[in-house]
């Protein structure tokens, strides 16, 4: 768990969907839902599955592990809750193609290049939630 000092991040917004997103990233762990009916996995979590409109949604714990998709950082405006404009990713989870929009941390923007290892890694908000967030695979502090 990274991000000793006070946190500026912005809390996750709270809705009766995504409550069991966040509590399964306060215990660590990356779940991503999963179909009760048909099996297949959605993010972000969302009421009905939209290939068989079952309403029955299983948590289901990921490894962490995927690769960079996409990436930009955004320097204007100014970002809330952060001290130095944060590096934005679409990571690709390595089970389903599932994708997550998320951060990477401890990195500089020109050692990344897309396609790149990540871990999945937790930070703290200001009200103390967690948030998932990655880091390249392989560098120091990254399992
Ligand atoms: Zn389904």
């Not at 990274?2 to 996750?12: A, E, H, N």
């Not at 970002?79 to 994708?99: K, N, Q």
């Not at 703290?124 to 998932?132: E, F, I, Q, V, Y």
Request: one cysteine or more; charged letters at 25%; hydrophobic letters at 35%.
């Amino acid at each position: 768990m990274s991000g000793q000092r006070q946190s500026k991040r912005l809390d996750p917004m709270s809705t009766r969907n995504t409550d069991w997103f966040w509590d399964e990233a306060a215990e660590g762990r990356l779940s991503i839902q999963k179909c009760g009916n048909c099996g297949a996995l959605h993010h972000p979590p969302r009421p009905v599955c939209p290939e068989c409109h079952s309403t029955d949604r299983i948590p289901t714990p990921m490894s962490g592990r995927g690769t960079i998709y996409s990436l930009i950082r955004v320097s204007y405006p100014p970002p809330i809750g952060f001290d130095e404009p944060p590096i934005i990713a679409l990571v690709e989870l390595e089970e389903g193609g599932i994708r997550l929009i998320t951060n990477i941390v401890d990195a500089n923007l020109d050692e990344i290049a897309n396609d790149a290892p990540v871990v999945v890694d937790f930070e703290r908000t200001a009200k103390g939630k967690s948030l998932p967030v990655f880091r390249l695979a392989g560098k120091a502090g990254a399992a």
